[in-house]
């Protein structure tokens, strides 16, 4: 049985690797570090189908170390012993190179056992990563490693890599293989950046197109478009890539961008995951829009009520009314801030009992000289407001609200002013 083609197709040498132009490069950091032949301790955190494992292989080979790698959702301590008792045997004479590919699967004390071999140079680690690794490799690790950050590829970058693949395979098949260069571009764009997926999307459409009366396989943009369908949706609802969408989402709509917005939706709504769209959007409509346009979170509420109860495709339809309304709607998020501003208060211990003529029971002493609680029912006077105090002794003066510049905000404000006799002002 045969590899896959993306491994059949593996790049021997820098020069030959597709993209990462920022880190591989002549001058740059890596490059250079690569070409000393002095390898450090090393962590490569990117997306999947980028390079990292075939930049390892490449690495060991420079150094004429022995290539051993494991994957951190199924290796065990015990692993990491059988590679260690390699050393100083014939089997790796001038050491290992461990890659470690999903290093975020090793728990701590896992990762606790590598310190003691990558401490003496006898093994190089090199351990890969798609989380961000500051939050989920040990820190005993982290500081003896260097960190570099790959990087998607374009699809400008993927499209020789695709033409090599159906080159290598005509060659392999010998056999004429036909892609256009529209074919081409489609695969390079719908890879989601990953150079892997693309060269398995390459192989598929010679492995299922059947060769013509002359014997030559002509791929046909429909054929490409058939097997790469849902191929750019690179999407992991536990990983860095599930929460960058989900704050493009968010940000986009905050930022009045309903292109972006409508974006990042289907991103989200493509890959299953309506309930992370339905969430950002409720909350976005309350702390982003809020006072400045009131009725839009009833609003939204009825459109995510409508998808909910239709489901996809259709939920698509009421969620983007729902987000370019969002988008478009003024904004204010002066109510947040302003509840903001009393948690603080509370958390540096800013407080006090609950005045006098707002408590819900109130009694008095035989020793007091002034009984009564003093409230003043509001409804009882003009314009159903009178001036009491309703916050505690120690903070009675502070002010967390603070009037947003938009229209309904400064309606109120106006109205407010002329009922109370005075101006608003900003926290004391």
Not at 308 to 317: D, K, N, Q
Request: net charge neutral.
């Amino acid at each position: 049985m045969k590899a896959p083609l993306a491994d059949r197709i593996r790049p021997q040498s820098i020069s030959d690797m597709v993209g990462q132009r920022h880190l591989l490069s002549e001058g740059k950091a890596l490059r250079n570090i690569i070409e000393s032949e002095e390898i450090p301790n090393l962590i490569f955190y990117g997306p999947s189908g980028v390079g990292k494992t075939t930049l390892a292989s490449i690495i060991a080979k420079r150094t004429n170390r022995k290539f051993h790698k494991l994957n951190g959702t199924s290796a065990s301590t015990a692993d990491i012993r059988a590679i260690v008792s390699e050393l100083d045997t014939l089997a790796a004479p001038n050491g290992i190179l461990l890659y470690l590919d999903e290093i975020q699967y090793f728990n701590k004390k896992q990762q606790q056992t590598l310190l003691d071999y990558i401490e003496r140079g006898e093994i190089i680690l090199i351990a890969s990563t798609t989380e961000n690794p500051y939050f989920y490799v040990h820190g005993a690790v982290l500081s003896r490693s260097t960190v570099f950050e790959f990087k998607s590829i374009t699809a400008e970058d993927i499209i020789p890599g695709v033409k090599k693949a159906f080159q290598f395979m005509a060659e392999e098949r010998k056999t004429e293989i036909i892609a256009d260069d529209e074919v081409v571009l489609h695969i390079a764009r719908s890879c989601g950046g990953d150079v892997r997926k693309a060269m398995n999307s390459a192989e598929l459409c010679v492995l299922s197109t059947l060769p013509d009366d002359e014997g030559k396989i002509v791929i046909t943009k429909e054929k490409a478009m058939e097997l790469t369908q849902k191929s750019a949706m690179k999407y992991d609802r536990e990983g860095d890539e599930h929460y960058d969408i989900l704050s493009g989402f968010q940000k986009s709509m905050r930022g009045s961008d309903p292109d972006a917005a409508l974006h990042y939706l289907a991103r989200l709504l493509e890959a299953g995951d309506m309930p992370s769209a339905i969430r950002r959007l409720l909350v976005c409509a309350n702390e982003d829009v809020g006072l400045a346009y009131p009725m839009i979170i009833p609003i939204v509420k009825a459109a995510v009520d409508t998808a909910l109860m239709v489901g996809m495709p259709e939920a698509r339809i009421p969620l983007s009314n729902a987000v370019v309304l969002v988008c478009n709607s003024p904004k204010s998020n002066s109510a947040y801030l302003a509840y903001d501003a009393a948690a603080q208060d509370l958390r540096l211990g800013n407080s006090g009992p609950i005045p006098r003529q707002l408590q819900n029971k109130h009694f008095d002493g035989e020793d007091n000289q002034n009984k009564g609680q003093f409230y003043k029912y509001p409804h009882d006077y003009p314009n159903h407001y009178v001036s009491q105090q309703y916050l505690p002794d120690k903070i009675k003066n502070r002010k967390y609200y603070v009037f947003g510049d938009n229209k309904n905000e400064q309606a109120a404000k106006e109205y407010w002013e002329k009922v109370k006799g005075k101006k608003q002002s900003g926290k004391d």
